[in-house]
């Protein structure tokens, strides 16, 4: 996949793009720390919002994860893969070239973002170890003003992140971690909590890392 500044594409690269450009070049998919061989948790939190197939489904921070695989396999054809780094989306759509009709790529800036306010009306938005990165309260508010803009009313939130007494730490960055009500209180009262559950995420490297896994539902907007 050829990536362009017209496709998003931050023209200064700063150090935390390249932090994370070098870790999908020099690491393999499923060698990476975060990996999971199965995103049976996330697949089955989208089964219970009962979303069409072709509903709009947007991936913050999908890096080269094998969930899009799983949504495609599921049936689910209107996917949007964002990051932050092209070299993990290149990854991701080297390995999918014949599923490119059904998967857009964006790349963009969470903390920044440019691309990502040019979506509307998005049926879930799906966070996987992406929101517990931001440590800055201006980051965390930037990232729930931007999921407030995109996602419908009636459209869901996945968000995956380590729990309170998860790691501190993760590809050599510093973590906020969270619990249910935490992530309410930032999303607000316009969301409604569905399910929440705590997860350990065993990864390549046979380390426990815990994670909470939560559903909301956007009920005004």
């Not at 070049?25 to 499923?30: A, G, Y």
């Not at 009636?154 to 729990?163: K, T």
């Amino acid at each position: 996949m050829a990536i362009n500044e017209s496709d998003g594409e931050i023209p200064m690269e700063s150090p935390l793009k390249a932090h994370w450009n070098e870790a999908y070049t020099k690491t393999e998919t499923q060698k990476l720390g975060w990996f999971e061989a199965s995103c049976k948790e996330t697949i089955d939190l989208i089964h219970k919002t009962k979303i069409a197939k072709d509903a709009p489904i947007l991936n913050v921070g999908v890096g080269s994860s094998f969930v899009v695989d799983e949504l495609l396999s599921d049936g689910y054809s209107n996917i949007i893969a964002h990051d932050f780094s092209e070299k993990a989306l290149s990854v991701l759509a080297n390995r999918l070239p014949q599923n490119s009709n059904k998967v857009t790529y964006l790349l963009d800036d969470l903390s920044n973002p440019e691309k990502l306010l040019n979506l509307r009306e998005v049926a879930l938005w799906n966070d996987r170890a992406v929101l517990h990165f931001f440590t800055e309260e201006k980051d965390q508010n930037t990232y729930f003003e931007t999921l407030k803009k995109v996602v419908k009313k009636g459209g869901f939130v996945i968000l995956a992140v380590f729990a309170l007494h998860g790691a501190e730490k993760c590809c050599g960055l510093s973590l906020q971690r969270y619990n249910a009500a935490m992530l309410q209180r930032k999303l607000g009262d316009d969301f409604e909590l569905l399910t929440s559950f705590e997860h350990v995420f065993v990864n390549p490297y046979n380390s426990e890392r815990p994670y909470i896994y939560t559903l909301f539902q956007r009920k005004h907007k």
